[in-house]
């Protein structure tokens, strides 16, 4: 049986949405991305993804690729991607293309997670691809072509991605479902799921995952990250009241309403009534809220749970410098652990 993992053996990283606050601008978001990027590299934080999303008064991380590049030329070590492309609004010979420059400008540091869901309603999902024509192939063979173009250049190949071409970028498939579970698992790709918004199958989709997996070139064995929402703070009542942005995010998701992040409130009852407020607990089953300890063993306990190989970590905080802080506290956190691991090594 393998050993438990602990907390301080897990890599961190963070998946970023670029969310605009009540009363700022997308343009201060994507600063304050930057920003969040730069403290993160030094953190020790491992990789810093963006999320493609569309036609969401919240959320300005529309054109992902153009991001990560803004990020990636900003900082010098941490790892930037996606998490994810939205493969379904876009060819994947123009994904190649894009994440080929990106490798070419910044390499050894770009990521291509990659997701089947639009990433915004059906209306807009319509602007944006022009038809909603497909069936349940069309995932899979996208994935399969993005792949070839990607890989070293073949004889006879009259369709080529200048940059992408033998580069390599490594391909993550995301998923809150088992669907990509299963196709990660036959392709022998690293997994990430989205249990910050769906949980409901995370257990199920990485069973999947590690019983059907099957090594690759890229992969020999099954690697698995999970997403998760964290508000950190110094004590936990800080914490609670700042997770409230939090929590009136998501209402306004399952409302259809979805609004600019909302500053911290003393009492969310005043604001969604019992059916509601069940939906948005059920949503975020993994949102992770308090002072240093109670999230360390929060976030343990999770681990214990699902055994992932690594935490992506988003926390839709109104205020940039207590963002910041958040994140700073679970860097500390895992830092804390790795010396008094180190010193009773020795003891």
Partial sequence: MAPQK???????SVLDLVTIPAGSTPATAMQH?????????????KRFWLAEHHNMKSIASTATAVLIGYVAGGTSKIRVGSGGIMLPNHAPLIVAEQFGTLESLYPGRIDLGLGRAPGTDQLTAMALRRSLQGSVDDFPNNVAELQSYLAPATAGTRVRAIPGEGLQVPIWL???STFSAQLAALLGLPFAFASHF?????????????????????LAEPKVLACVNVVAADTDEEAHRLATSLYLFALGVVRGNAMPLQAPVDDLDAYWDGSERYAVQQMFRYAFAGGPETVKNSLQEFINQTQVD???????IYDHAARLRSYEILSRLKQEQQVQASLASFS
């Fill in 6 to 12: 602990k907390f301080s053996d897990i890599d961190l």
């Fill in 174 to 176: 995301l998923g809150s």
């Fill in 198 to 218: 769906a949980p409901t199958l995370l257990e199920a989709a990485l069973k999947i995952y590690r019983d059907n997996f099957q090594p690759s070139e890229s």
């Fill in 33 to 45: 991305s930057l920003d969040l990027a730069q403290h993160a590299e030094g953190w020790g934080y």
């Fill in 310 to 316: 690594e935490l992506m970590v988003v926390s839709h």
